[in-house]
């Protein structure tokens, strides 16, 4: 008899939009964040129930008083999360807002943190990778606030640190213990520059034994910790790379097994060109890119795609090896895309939606179309696609029959 745990949760399937710190970052009047409940309804709308976000909890714990203002930095050409000027946000009160405005609406949330700077506190992610009381009591103080106003019953599940070690303040750390590499702290666009640049080999592994035996130590550290303190919740560390190296450390402590699984590896990004891009929302020429994109879809789409079933399979075969179910939140295509005149995004589109197709047959418990669901987009405007895919992900199909020609 096969058993599938997925049918044993609450939902039965995780359909997720990333809203990353974008959920605050453009939540001031005019901003396309402006009312949670419109946007949340919005979300609901194109049949996703459950959102990711960052909950800031670096800096609500932090701050001098819950009410304290600070500062998030104008950054008008950001990939996501854009600011116009610099403006001031109650971090906590927004996050209570937030999900007061989730739970109204039956949306779930999975809280997070991309460890984010802010001018007030510049020093924040320093002083937690030399002090890890200090990385538990702010989670704890961001999850107790939620407690002391019941918003914690529709929080799925937390990731105590987004696409670990890039976003970390624990990966400075890892780094220095590799021989001859840098362990500075980097901030956040240039961390995502290393998100999908993987280490290359089947066997050999990115982190050498003293590294391999600091993540170890730091899991077993913190995942027990929150655990004992929050028995009704769920804990993880979401993953975007170094799969084989923390699958190699055999914990059974993930209560969610969260992977990126993006379209990257060296047929992609050899033909393409994209780790040499400059990505913002400036005024740059892609066309060359996207020319690059089209011939690397047709030279070798189902080359890439068996790739990305390999990886479904690979992740899902852990999953069940830990007893925990799986969820991709930020996902399938290039971890960036951009509304640009140069870009399209129709080839995007036919890749996420048979992504979202194979992955429910594979075992994926929650799935997301990309990481670009947010209303700032122009696909925001088209309803009708996210309910298609989000439909096809929940109602599931066999991986073996998921196959179509696109």
Sequence with gaps: ????????????????????????????????????????????????????????PHLIGALKSLDEEITIPAYPLANWGMTDRDRLHKVAMELVEFMQAAKRAGLYVILSTWNGDSPEYPDIKERLATDRDL??????????????????????YVDLDQE????SPYGPAIKALAQGKPGGQIGVEAAMEEVGQFEQGLTKMAWNEAQLEY?????????PHFQARYPQLRFTYSLTGFFK?????GLQLFDVLEVHCWIHGPRFDNRTGFNTLQKDRGAH???????????????VRPMLMQEMRNRMEYVCDWGREIAAPVVTTESWGPWWHMDHPDLRWDWLRDWCAECMEVAGGYGFWGATPWNYAHPYWENWKDVEWYRKVNGAFATGSRKDDAVKEI
């Design 1 to 56: 008899m096969t058993y599938d745990m997925r049918e044993f949760l609450n939902p039965r399937r995780v359909i997720n939009a990333m809203w990353d710190y974008s959920w605050i970052h453009c939540h001031y009047p005019g901003g396309t964040y402006e009312q949670f409940d419109n946007v949340i309804a919005e979300l609901l709308e194109r049949g996703f129930n459950t959102v990711r976000i960052d909950c800031k």
């Design 285 to 299: 020429d892609y066309k060359d890119y996207q020319r690059r994109v089209d011939a690397t879809l047709q030279a």
């Design 215 to 223: 993540v170890r130590k730091l899991f077993c550290e913190m995942v």
């Design 245 to 249: 190296e923390v699958r190699s450390l």
């Design 135 to 156: 990385f538990r009591c702010n989670w704890e103080r961001t999850l107790d606030l939620l407690a002391e106003k019941d918003l914690l019953s529709h929080v799925l």
């Design 164 to 167: 670990f070690p890039y976003f």
